[in-house]
């Protein structure tokens, strides 16, 4: 399973990647897998300032709906405009193309806060 170093990661499954004061949110490799094929994506939070936690959208696949959650304090600046008409994206590529939204972040050092791919893996390994 793909797990890659450079990002941060939540317990909800979500992925973090910080670009100067601006990060890029997703779900993990993990969390598409065992929603299958996802077949809509709802994100209607664009330009709302949210707190670490809330729920930002929803993802529904054939199995089921699950919310997605902020993985830190900020106002979403961008939602992947491809999400709406291939949602299956994430599925191919959760890492890239299948991002979900972009954050100006309130407080950058929650980052800090967040796990690390070996916390992740073993949060993961302990759930299989």
Known sequence: MDIPVELKYTKD???IRTEAGEAIV?????AQG???DIVFIEIETEG?????????????????VSDMFMPVSGEITGVNPRLEDTPDIVN??????????KIKMSDPSQVDELLTADQYRSLIDGNS
Do not use: R, S
């Not at 959760?94 to 991002?99: A, K, L, Q, R, S």
């Open 92 to 101: 191919k590529d959760p890492y890239g193309e299948g991002w979900m939204i």
């Open 13 to 15: 499954h979500e992925w």
């Open 48 to 64: 709302e300032t949210l707190d670490k936690d809330e729920v930002f959208g929803t993802i529904e696949a054939v199995k089921t």
């Open 26 to 30: 997703g779900i993990t490799e993990f």
């Open 34 to 36: 065992e929603l299958g």
